[in-house]
């Protein structure tokens, strides 16, 4: 906050009465702050879209002048007003670069605002619009964006009269530095769960509006049961007891509390709530002062235990806001850097290449919010710088013979193939270029295949004492091809082997005959036809013959 800020919030301070328990200059450490009219806070990061911008009042009566949220800039530029105009019944949206440009009215009703009661304004940062709500309700027109949102510099809050009082602020902010406090998300209600174990000398820290009339709030340091408390402060505001309660609960229920007198709130106004970290104990502050006797760590829990905190209670507008987590110094592990390991291969082998080696940051390793290492964890080195040689290009050699064919008959392929050798490529030089192999078709005649075979009927029932039984087998080539009629004997298969084989008589072209004579008992058998070329026997399947009496 710069001091002509600062200053203008001390005034208002003052012509307002002494506000005991005013929250610090806690710009630095939380999103809300209390703010007042005619000043303007100022940004610490770029709008983005999804930025948030709450503003917070207490309302007198209709009879109030205007009142508005700015968005500002450099100069007089206004990049969104936000003007309420109660007496009117309207709310107008605008800017102004030079000149006010085109007004944006949503409906809007004087009966939205109560009597001494605390209100909220809520302006959301989108890619090309604002959205502003109005107690958590949308209005019905949204605003677009007209000037560049990196041109903003500062919210102001203006206007007002008759009892109207701009009291608190809320602005976008960026994550603080490692170990000056971890905010985390915040809701009433919502399981916040902390990045880090807690230790002695570790603070949470929470924010709030208050509301007068509000019912109970409470911040709750959680098991990772949420039937354990392992501290409960429970602030009690009229019409309840005026009172804080400090308490802890275990499955079987609560146990004894404490309590001590509720310190001063101001209706509309942010405020802040500690909870410091001791060894077997907690101490709780209220705006930097603290509320009543420490509180011990009960039901044999310890702080590790703890594994969230819970924000919740409050009405009339109260509202949690902000949640933090500041380490102690004495708790944080801060990076250090291993050795670095070997250097990795050059990444050429001449003419300049690098190599690389590198460490990590686990000697030790940043714990419980303490820094990341110092310094660069890779470092770089150039290698083989030496000129590389002269490149040679690969030249194929002579090709070799065909190979045989891949089959006799029926059509197959031969190859022949070179090598990339005459000279092989060298120093970076280029492959061969053509083909390595070439093929073609071989033995593309058709195939001449043996045909041996039984005749029907395979099945030949034979009378004995008759003529003409004879079992008939074919055998010949295809294409025409003349077989050996020498080869071709006809034999009685016994014990799957051929016997008592015989020369068969020629029955027409192709067709030989075995001639039993006149039919005998001993006639009756299993017969086939056998043809032996290069050593090889071929047979044929078989005939059967019944002699039958």
């Known amino acids: 906050m710069n001091r002509r800020s600062m200053f203008a919030l001390l005034c208002g301070i003052l012509v307002g009465g002494a506000l005991a328990g005013v929250v610090r200059d806690n710009l630095k450490d939380a999103h809300v702050f209390n703010a007042q009219a005619t000043v303007g806070y100022p940004l610490h990061k770029k709008l983005e879209v999804g930025d948030v911008i709450k503003a917070w009042g207490v309302y007198k009566d209709h009879t109030t002048a205007k009142f508005s949220v700015n968005i500002k800039g450099s100069g007089s530029l206004n990049l969104l007003h936000v003007d309420f105009r109660p007496y009117k019944d309207v709310v107008v949206l605008n800017n102004y670069n030079g000149r006010w440009i085109k007004e944006v009215r949503p409906a809007f009703s004087r009966n939205n605002f109560a009597a001494n009661k605390i209100f909220e304004v809520k302006i959301v940062v989108l890619e090309n619009r604002y959205e502003i709500f109005f107690n958590g309700k949308k209005l019905s027109l949204d605003f677009p964006v007209r000037d560049s949102r990196d041109s903003a510099t500062n919210v102001a809050l203006h206007g007002g009269s008759n009892g109207f009082q701009w009291t608190a602020l809320q602005l976008p902010k960026a994550q603080p530095p490692a170990g000056k406090g971890f905010p985390f998300a915040t809701a009433t209600a919502k399981k916040n769960f902390l990045p880090y174990s807690l230790s002695v000398g570790d603070v949470i820290t929470a924010w709030g509006v208050y509301a007068t009339g509000s019912a109970k709030f409470n911040l709750n340091l959680m098991m990772e049961n949420d039937a354990y408390f392992m501290i409960h402060v429970d602030f009690r505001p009229p019409p309840h007891e005026n009172k804080v309660v400090l308490n802890s609960k275990k499955q079987n229920g609560w146990e004894t509390e404490l309590r001590t007198p509720l310190p001063t709130f101001v209706n509309g106004r942010a405020f802040e709530v500690q909870v410091k970290c001791l060894d077997g104990e907690f101490e709780i502050y209220q705006n930097g002062k603290v509320l009543g006797s420490r509180f011990p760590y009960r039901s044999g829990f310890a702080l590790e235990d703890v594994k969230f905190v819970w924000l919740l209670g409050g009405s009339e507008g109260m509202v949690w806001t902000d949640l933090a987590l500041t380490l102690a110094k004495a708790n944080r592990v801060d990076g250090g850097y291993s050795a670095f390991g070997a250097w990795s291969d050059c990444s050429a082998d001449c003419g300049g290449g690098t190599q690389t080696r590198t460490r990590t940051c686990t000697e030790p390793a940043p714990a419980h919010g303490g820094a990341d290492c110092v310094g660069d964890s890779s470092e770089t080195r150039g290698c083989n710088t030496q000129a590389c040689p002269r490149p040679v290009n690969g030249g194929y050699g002579d090709w070799s013979d065909w190979s045989e064919c891949?089959?006799?008959?029926?059509?197959?392929?031969?190859?022949?193939?070179?090598?990339?050798?005459?000279?092989?490529?060298?120093?970076?030089?280029?492959?061969?270029?053509?083909?390595?192999?070439?093929?073609?078709?071989?033995?593309?005649?058709?195939?001449?295949?043996?045909?041996?075979?039984?005749?029907?009927?395979?099945?030949?029932?034979?009378?004995?004492?008759?003529?003409?039984?004879?079992?008939?087998?074919?055998?010949?080539?295809?294409?025409?091809?003349?077989?050996?009629?020498?080869?071709?004997?006809?034999?009685r298969l016994v014990n799957g082997k051929s016997e008592d084989c015989v020369e068969p008589k020629k029955a027409g072209k192709e067709k030989f005959l075995l001639k039993l004579g006149k039919v005998e008992a001993s006639h009756a058998g299993v017969y086939m036809a056998v043809y032996t070329e290069d050593g090889v026997e071929y047979k044929s399947d078989t005939i059967t013959v019944n002699v039958i009496s």
């Open 406 to 491: 891949t089959v006799e008959c029926g059509g197959g392929t031969q190859t022949k193939t070179r090598t990339c050798t005459n000279p092989a490529p060298a120093n970076g030089g280029k492959d061969c270029v053509g083909d390595s192999s070439k093929t073609r078709e071989c033995n593309r005649g058709k195939c001449v295949e043996l045909i041996i075979k039984a005749n029907d009927p395979t099945v030949l029932d034979c009378p004995i004492g008759k003529w003409q039984c004879r079992p008939i087998f074919t055998v010949k080539r295809t294409k025409g091809e003349e077989i050996n009629e020498d080869a071709v004997k006809i034999c």
